[in-house]
């Protein structure tokens, strides 16, 4: 229908902080890799405490990542990340890191106590 627009959707008090108004729904552009890789935060809590992180990935895609941190972290802060991209080859272990900066635009408490954040990319960089 012409002229109608789905009103932003507030989240509930323990649910997830959505920072977008177009709801729950699917929004990716680009396919994400499901694999536990290796990352290095650094950021800012909602208290504005500054922290460094090491923990692992739930999955990266080209426009931004999802992992959980110990810390809550708020909408729209921006994070700086270290991803180590660790593979098994003929010949060993090899790695390759990438600096990345992005914002946060979901952070969701979980029942572990962990926080969980959705970022997008805002730059990128090869090590």
């Known amino acids: 229908m012409r002229g109608t627009s789905n009103p932003p959707i507030k989240p509930n008090v323990g649910s997830s902080i959505n920072c977008t108004t177009y709801g729950p729904l699917q929004r990716r552009q680009q396919p994400r890799i499901d694999r536990a890789y290796a990352v290095t935060v650094r950021g800012s809590d909602v208290k504005g405490e500054a922290f460094n992180a090491q923990t692992t990935?739930?999955?990266?895609?080209?426009?931004?990542?999802?992992?959980?941190?110990?810390?809550?972290?708020?909408?729209?802060?921006?994070?700086?990340?270290?991803?180590?991209?660790?593979?098994?080859?003929?010949?060993?272990?090899?790695?390759?890191?990438?600096?990345?900066?992005?914002?946060?635009?979901?952070s969701e408490p979980q029942n572990n106590g962990k926080c969980g954040v959705a970022v997008e990319f805002t730059e990128h960089r090869f090590l």
Do not use: M
């Open 57 to 106: 990935l739930d999955n990266i895609g080209a426009g931004g990542l999802y992992l959980a941190l110990d810390q809550v972290v708020p909408c729209g802060a921006e994070l700086s990340f270290v991803v180590s991209f660790t593979t098994e080859g003929l010949d060993g272990k090899k790695s390759s890191n990438v600096a990345l900066r992005g914002k946060v635009l979901r």
